[in-house]
């Protein structure tokens, strides 16, 4: 430090201070400046040596004219800190953080556990690494939107390998840190282990279709076995007109129209319960999916002496959706109406345009008997029935797929002096 | 008067550390031998950790090297007068300034006590 300074500052002047000139010394007045600058930055380059080196208490604030205690602002920084870490090692969840590449910096022992890497062999992989390989395109695109500042946070769910070589389910939520200036600093990512959850969730879908065919499995018998006998009967006619050598083609006529009737039943069933996998979503028309459903369902209504009425809004937007889904909503939402009216009633399907936000409404509003107030805030919970034969699954399944879709569906009591219940599906515009 | 802040008695050094002090001050080749009295003026922060050590190795060093007592010592302590410590120029506490010329900044918790000495220019002066 600075020997050379003394030689820049003037004699007297110098050794006076910046406030106490001596009296002797008259420097031009761009000396003094100079040497006033200087005076200025070597109390500066002092002041921060000595803060490195922890011998600072307090910095004054010119602005605020306010003390800043260092030792509160550390002892706040360490309690943050120490917050931190409590939260980072003791939490259920999985955390990681890391840097823009998406090397695992630093990964708290739930996510060691829950993939069965040591904190060492997770600083040399990505979350892609860990991911399987179907699932690692994804999840790299949306970490690279993030790192370059077109999104801060996503969630997704992924299968990841374990160490031992099983596959886990995973939610992942990763969020970025950014400087001042936006720039990425580094990312967290929260690891929710799901497996069980979506084993679970499989095991519900599929106990939802074999309820579903199950409530089905009568109407099947009547719209499949009538026809069947007829074209019976017509076949004997024929058989007995062709031995008396009279004209059987009216018989056969009749046996063949039953046979098609049958055939265009298989048909729309087939089309109906096809979820051997997840359909590509694509833009339908809702109104068209629900005369579909509806009219399948119609022969039944008018047995059970239930009248249907249905009103769809000319031009409602068409809606991006998986039609297999939603057939299957709207399905159950109509049985769960019929069977709420075993001795008849009345029944009026409606579709309406909304705009704030924009989408379409369903609503299924029937005349049964309402639904009690004590059962209404469970009806969509898993496993939750109160016939004897169900399955519970049902509307917790509606409300899973519709909330896929970006929408909600809610359930609500005709309003005094009438009964039934009005359930109501909201979908988005794409 | 600056606000006055007590010195504990048995001050204790504290361990040594580096001095920091403005450069344009420290003349070691002129010792101090004029006889004046020295205006020194130290600025704390409260009884925070580095205040306190620099409070005490101060009044060790006044007592080991000016011990017939030919100084004016004043402590100001910025959390009670942090507008007149912005007007004398203290950027950071503790800060120690001797006004008597040559003036000298030093900065730190006053540990080194041979830097120390060496920017009031009171080498050779100790006084067993």
């Known amino acids: 430090m600075g020997s050379n300074m003394n030689k820049s500052v003037p004699p007297g002047e110098g050794q006076g201070g910046a406030e106490a000139p001596g009296p002797s010394a008259q420097p031009t007045p ?3 400046q100079v040497s006033e600058l200087i005076r200025q930055l070597a109390k500066t380059e002092a002041a921060l040596a000595a803060l490195l080196k922890g011998q600072v208490d307090a910095i004054l604030d010119p602005v605020s004219s306010t003390p800043i205690i260092l030792r509160e602002a550390q002892n706040a920084l360490l309690a943050s800190e120490g917050r931190f870490r409590a939260i980072f090692c003791q ?5 990681g953080l890391h840097d823009a590449e998406g090397h695992i910096i630093d990964g708290n022992p739930a996510l060691q556990s829950m993939l069965g890497y040591t904190a060492e062999e997770l600083g040399r992989r990505t979350l892609g690494d860990l991911a399987l390989p179907e699932d690692r395109s994804v999840e790299a695109a949306l970490f690279r939107e993030m790192v370059v500042g077109q999104r801060d946070v996503y969630r997704i769910e992924q299968r990841c390998r374990h160490k031992g070589g099983a596959i886990i389910w995973v939610q992942l939520t990763v969020s970025a840190v950014r400087e001042g200036n936006g720039a990425f600093r580094f990312a967290v990512s929260m690891l929710q282990d799901i497996t069980r959850q979506r084993q679970v969730q499989e095991a519900l879908v599929r106990s939802e279709q074999l309820a579903a065919t199950g409530r089905m499995a009568a109407y099947l018998a009547h719209e499949i076995n009538n026809p069947l006998q007829a074209s019976l009967g017509c076949v004997e006619l024929a058989r007995e007109a062709c031995g008396e050598g009279e004209d059987a083609s009216q018989f056969l006529d009749i046996a063949a129209q039953e046979l098609r009737r049958t055939a265009r039943v298989v048909s729309r069933l087939r089309d109906l319960y096809n979820q051997a996998a997840p359909q590509a979503r694509e833009r339908v028309d809702l109104n068209v999916l629900l005369e579909d459903v509806l009219t399948l369902n ?5 047995l059970q002496g239930v009248e249907l009425s249905w009103q769809g809004e000319p031009h409602v937007p068409p809606i991006l959706l998986d039609a297999d889904q939603m057939r299957q909503i709207f399905l159950s939402l109509l049985l769960n109406a019929l069977e709420a009216m075993p001795d008849g009633g009345c029944l009026h ?12 409404r369903v609503c299924f509003e029937d005349s049964g008997p309402g639904i009690p107030e004590e059962v209404l805030p469970h009806i969509f919970e898993p496993f939750y029935s109160t016939r004897a034969d169900g399955a519970g699954v049902g509307l917790f399944l509606s409300r899973k797929f519709v909330r896929e879709h970006g929408g909600h569906i809610e359930a609500q009591n005709r309003p005094a002096p009438y009964h039934g219940t009005i359930v109501t599906v909201w979908l988005p515009e794409p | 008067m600056g606000h006055a802040t007590h010195f504990e008695p048995g001050s204790n050094r504290t361990e040594r550390s580096e001095l920091f002090v403005t450069n344009e001050t420290i003349n070691v080749d002129r010792p101090n ?10 600025y704390v922060a409260g009884n925070a950790p580095n ?15 000016l011990p017939d007592g030919d100084y004016d010592l004043e402590i100001v302590d910025v959390l009670e007068e942090p507008r007149r410590a912005l007007r004398d120029g203290i950027l950071v506490t503790p800060m120690l300034v001797k006004l008597t010329p040559p003036r000298a900044w030093i900065i730190g918790d006053l540990s ?5 000495l060496q920017a009031l220019r009171l080498n050779g002066q100790q006084h067993e």
């Not at chain 1, 939490?91 to 955390?95: C, M, P, R, Y």
């Not at chain 2, 080194?112 to 120390?116: K, S």
Request: net charge positive.
């Open chain 2, 33 to 42: 031998g004029t006889g004046k009295r020295i205006a020194l003026r130290l």
């Open chain 1, 298 to 302: 119609l022969e039944r209504c008018q």
């Open chain 1, 30 to 32: 761009g000396a003094h």
């Open chain 1, 349 to 360: 399907v409606t579709t309406a345009r909304t705009e704030r936000p924009a989408g379409v």
């Open chain 2, 51 to 65: 205040s306190v050590r620099a409070m005490r190795n101060l009044k060790a060093i006044c007592d080991d090297y």
């Open chain 1, 91 to 95: 939490a259920a969840l999985g955390i």
């Open chain 2, 112 to 116: 080194d006590t041979h830097g120390v």
